[in-house]
């Protein structure tokens, strides 16, 4: 089946749906595979002090990326064989993170750090690490928008059919992470959990899937640029067509939004395992994925619900799990650290709020624990509502031709700028909550830091309130058919 066959209304054969859940699948394992648990490798190999910026590489890549992906898809290459090149260097780069992150370094006399040298430029190891990953993400991170308007292309009934192939992504993501813990996890001699992202495991396995990922793109059904041979102009690479939809109130609206609500998201992810080490969780990568169990329902469901809600109230909906959520892990931090699951001896500690099983600690009887895995649960809202329900609604609201275009700025708006700002916001948070009464600065990861967590999520939760009652009042459109502009 070609994209330029497509038809509104008809269904995309079998075959291609089974197709993109495979690319979506084996796009987000990449992913899930170390995003969550890459801090504990830093903090485990002496990077401590830079971990935090581990979290802004997707964002610069974000950022930079798709100024030339829009061109690339909608003028001169073929989609699949984009996203391949993407998939597969990104991979490579992958594979050499643990050894980079294995080099000792040179001490410096007076600092709790270490620094390498390469090429005469003398550098602290955790940022030549942090490179790495920004070089990994510079080739990764356009893969977002690059498979979702490859998927538009093949999907004529795109706004039903994208939620369904793209839910296979949130099952990679939670594989991936699963993976890891299952998989590479152990008890110690001491009786603590050695966590598997601790080691190097995790990047291995994100470079294998991103290089079956780019051999599998090969495959892709032919996927061509829709103004192949048109006059080239310079301007295409700042998205000057796709600009021209700010004209359209509803479309500015959305990602001037889409910007601020992922000022708050950064912290999700920068801090998110901070809050779990202080709260004593072990197998981090198990109970952050929880929340992509409730996305997977959601995508399911999102069809439905987008032709029941519309756009708008979906929108809504993404936008208070924001804040609620941020409540709730604000709360559950004041509920204290769960009591250690192991004895010295490796025997489990019959004080335990919960149960062992097969050497998984599950603390369900701790009141902090309840409520901080209700705010992770929420993830499926927060992300699914906002995030995918905007992919479909600039997909609806703007021209075939450009939009390749489109979803580069909408992942230049999310992922990209608004993920760096909420980096570098979060950071300045950060700084200044976990500063005890006698002006000492407390690790967010240390059980000291439970009391100051407020400190950082009430203020993001109220931001969230802000653009929610911005977003609110701001944006007027009226749902319709697919590929039907809106006002």
Same mark, same amino acid.
């Given at each position: 089946?070609?994209?330029?066959?497509?038809?509104?209304?008809?269904?995309?054969?079998?075959?291609?749906?089974?197709?993109?859940?495979?690319?979506?699948?084996?796009?987000?394992?990449?992913?899930?595979?170390?995003?969550?648990?890459?801090?504990?490798?830093?903090?485990?190999?002496?990077?401590?002090?830079?971990?935090?910026?581990?979290?802004?590489?997707?964002?610069?890549?974000?950022? %930079?990326?798709?100024?030339?992906?829009?061109?690339?898809?909608?003028?001169?290459?073929?989609?699949?064989?984009?996203?391949?090149?993407?998939?597969?260097?990104?991979?490579?780069?992958?594979?050499?993170?643990?050894?980079?992150?294995?080099?000792?370094?040179?001490?410096?006399?007076?600092?709790?750090?270490?620094?390498?040298?390469?090429? *005469?430029?003398?550098?602290?190891?955790?940022?030549?690490?942090?490179? $790495? %990953?920004?070089?990994?993400?510079?080739?990764?991170?356009?893969?977002?928008?690059?498979?979702?308007?490859?998927?538009?292309?093949?999907?004529?009934? $795109?706004?039903?059919?994208?939620?369904?192939?793209?839910?296979? *992504?949130?099952?990679?993501?939670?594989?991936?992470?699963?993976?890891?813990?299952?998989?590479?996890?152990?008890?110690?001699?001491?009786?603590? &959990? &050695?966590?598997?992202?601790?080691?190097?495991?995790?990047?291995?396995?994100?470079?294998?899937?991103?290089?079956?990922?780019?051999?599998?793109?090969?495959?892709?059904?032919?996927?061509?640029?829709?103004?192949? +041979?048109?006059?080239?102009?310079?301007?295409?690479?700042?998205?000057? #067509?796709?600009?021209?939809?700010?004209?359209?109130?509803?479309?500015?609206?959305?990602?001037?939004?889409?910007?601020?609500?992922?000022?708050?998201?950064?912290?999700?992810?920068?801090?998110? *395992?901070?809050?779990?080490?202080?709260?004593?969780?072990?197998?981090?990568?198990?109970?952050?994925?929880?929340?992509?169990?409730?996305?997977?329902?959601?995508?399911?469901?999102?069809?439905?619900?987008?032709?029941?809600?519309?756009?708008?109230?979906? %929108?809504?909906? +993404?936008?208070?799990?924001?804040?609620?959520?941020?409540?709730?892990?604000?709360?559950?931090?004041?509920?204290?650290?769960?009591?250690?699951?192991?004895?010295? #001896?490796?025997?489990?500690?019959?004080?335990?709020?919960?149960?062992?099983?097969?050497?998984?600690?599950?603390?369900?009887?701790?009141?902090?624990?309840?409520?901080?895995?209700?705010?992770?649960?929420?993830?499926?809202?927060?992300? #699914?509502?906002?995030?995918?329900?905007?992919?479909?609604?600039?997909?609806?609201?703007?021209?075939?031709?450009?939009?390749?275009?489109?979803?580069?700025?909408?992942?230049?708006?999310?992922?990209?700028?608004?993920?760096? &700002?909420?980096?570098?916001?979060? $950071?300045?948070?950060?700084?200044?909550?976990?500063?005890?009464?006698?002006?000492?600065?407390?690790?967010?990861?240390?059980?000291?830091?439970?009391?100051?967590?407020?400190?950082?999520?009430?203020?993001?939760?109220?931001?969230? &309130?802000?653009?929610?009652?911005?977003? +609110?009042?701001?944006?007027?459109?009226? #749902?319709?058919?697919?590929?039907?502009?809106?006002?």
């Amino acid at each position: 089946m070609s994209a330029t066959g497509a038809t509104a209304g008809a269904a995309a054969p079998p075959h291609i749906l089974a197709r993109l859940a495979v690319l979506f699948f084996l796009q987000f394992f990449v992913w899930g595979a170390w995003y969550l648990t890459g801090f504990r490798y830093m903090i485990a190999h002496g990077m401590a002090q830079d971990a935090a910026w581990l979290y802004t590489a997707s964002p610069l890549g974000a950022i %930079i990326a798709p100024f030339a992906l829009g061109l690339c898809v909608d003028r001169f290459f073929d989609a699949g064989k984009v996203l391949a090149a993407c998939f597969l260097a990104s991979g490579a780069i992958m594979w050499c993170l643990p050894w980079l992150g294995d080099l000792p370094g040179t001490a410096v006399p007076g600092a709790d750090y270490t620094t390498l040298t390469f090429a *005469g430029l003398t550098l602290a190891k955790s940022t030549w690490f942090n490179l $790495g %990953i920004t070089a990994h993400m510079l080739c990764y991170m356009p893969t977002l928008a690059l498979s979702a308007a490859l998927a538009f292309r093949h999907l004529p009934g $795109g706004n039903a059919q994208y939620p369904l192939v793209r839910l296979w *992504g949130t099952f990679g993501w939670i594989a991936g992470g699963l993976a890891l813990a299952f998989g590479f996890s152990s008890v110690g001699a001491d009786g603590h &959990v &050695v966590e598997a992202g601790e080691g190097a495991v995790q990047f291995r396995l994100a470079a294998l899937a991103a290089a079956a990922a780019g051999l599998f793109c090969l495959t892709l059904p032919a996927t061509p640029a829709l103004r192949r +041979g048109q006059p080239f102009a310079w301007r295409e690479l700042v998205f000057a #067509d796709a600009w021209r939809e700010w004209r359209n109130p509803a479309f500015a609206t959305y990602l001037v939004c889409a910007f601020l609500v992922c000022i708050p998201l950064s912290a999700y992810y920068a801090y998110l *395992g901070n809050q779990m080490g202080a709260m004593a969780l072990s197998h981090a990568s198990v109970w952050g994925n929880l929340g992509t169990w409730l996305e997977a329902g959601m995508l399911f469901l999102m069809p439905l619900l987008i032709r029941r809600l519309g756009i708008k109230r979906m %929108i809504l909906c +993404g936008i208070l799990a924001w804040a609620v959520r941020y409540l709730l892990f604000s709360w559950a931090a004041t509920q204290g650290a769960v009591p250690a699951p192991f004895l010295a #001896d490796g025997a489990v500690d019959p004080a335990y709020p919960g149960v062992v099983i097969a050497g998984f600690p599950v603390p369900f009887m701790h009141l902090g624990f309840l409520v901080f895995l209700l705010g992770v649960l929420l993830h499926g809202i927060s992300y #699914d509502f906002f995030f995918i329900t905007g992919q479909v609604y600039v997909d609806r609201t703007t021209p075939p031709q450009i939009r390749g275009q489109a979803q580069a700025m909408n992942l230049f708006f999310t992922y990209g700028l608004g993920l760096y &700002v909420g980096a570098i916001v979060a $950071g300045a948070l950060e700084g200044h909550a976990f500063i005890d009464p006698a002006g000492h600065h407390v690790s967010s990861s240390a059980s000291a830091s439970l009391p100051f967590w407020p400190r950082l999520w009430l203020p993001l939760a109220a931001f969230a &309130v802000v653009v929610l009652g911005v977003f +609110g009042v701001a944006f007027k459109q009226r #749902d319709g058919g697919a590929g039907r502009r809106e006002s």
